[in-house]
Nanobody, 123 residues
Framework: QVQLVESGGGLVQAGASRRLSCAAA????????MGWFRQAPGKEREFVAA????????YYADSVKGRFTISRDNAKNTVILQMDSLKPEDTAVYYC????????????????WGQGTQVTVSS
């Protein structure tokens, strides 16, 4: 079983940065690929970023590429989403997710999810 807890959400101004953290309770965190997804009101949950078993393997949605960075610390069972140059359209609930696959970008491939953390970007 894997339990995930996100933190770091809040209200920020456009252009600012925000750092989201996801703490995982898991026996073998290093064997989990981790993903960040987001869901805005009235919209479907969408992929943001993913990091594989190897921290060198990362994928990003085109909408965040160059602005967001995903990283992991296997010693602390933590995955980080560093968000820079935030835009109002980044406003959403951000979810951390885990899968035992080497890496994935589809929400349906992630069986473990956190409760989410709200990020609101004001213009």
């Amino acid at each position: 079983q894997v339990q995930l807890v996100e933190s770091g959400g809040g209200l920020v101004q456009a252009g600012a940065s925000r750092r989201l953290s996801c703490a995982a309770a898991a026996r073998t965190f290093s064997n989990l690929a981790m993903g960040w997804f987001r869901q805005a009101p009235g919209k479907e949950r969408e992929f943001v970023a993913a990091i594989g078993w190897s921290p060198d393997t990362t994928y990003y949605a085109d909408s965040v590429k160059g602005r967001f960075t995903i990283s992991r610390d296997n010693a602390k069972n933590t995955v980080i989403l560093q968000m820079d140059s935030l835009k109002p359209e980044d406003t959403a609930v951000y979810y951390c997710a885990a899968t035992r696959l080497p890496i994935a970008t589809m929400p349906s491939l992630y069986p473990y999810w956190g409760q989410g953390t709200q990020v609101t970007v004001s213009s």
